[in-house]
């Protein structure tokens, strides 16, 4: 068989539990997934339900500042959910340069 060192067979079963941790996290992702607030629409384009997505999840789209992100939450905690994306013209700071940019990013479900 293969005459390992003690180090070497250290190393290798490191390498092999941190492999299984990986998938087993993987697994659970997948399995346990709370995709709620957004929808997968290719490889590289996520789009955001804007009705259900917290300043968190608005901060991690290009465009939006923390200041937007509350402007957003606020106009929908004040004015109920958005029943087009086109609602976003109505908050201050989104003018349609920024809603150009903005309204592929999101999805009103």
Partial sequence: MLNLTLQERKVILFLFSVALVGWGINFALKVNSPVTKFIQVDNHIT???????????????????????????????????????????????????????????????
């Fill in 47 to 109: 789009k955001i339900n804007i009705n259900k997505a917290n300043p968190q999840d608005l901060l991690s789209t290009s465009g939006i500042t923390p200041k937007l992100a509350k402007d957003i939450v606020a106009y929908r905690n004040t004015k109920g959910t958005f029943r087009d994306i086109e609602e976003l013209k109505e908050i201050k700071g989104i003018g349609d340069y920024r809603y150009e940019k903005l309204k592929d990013l999101f999805f009103v479900e």
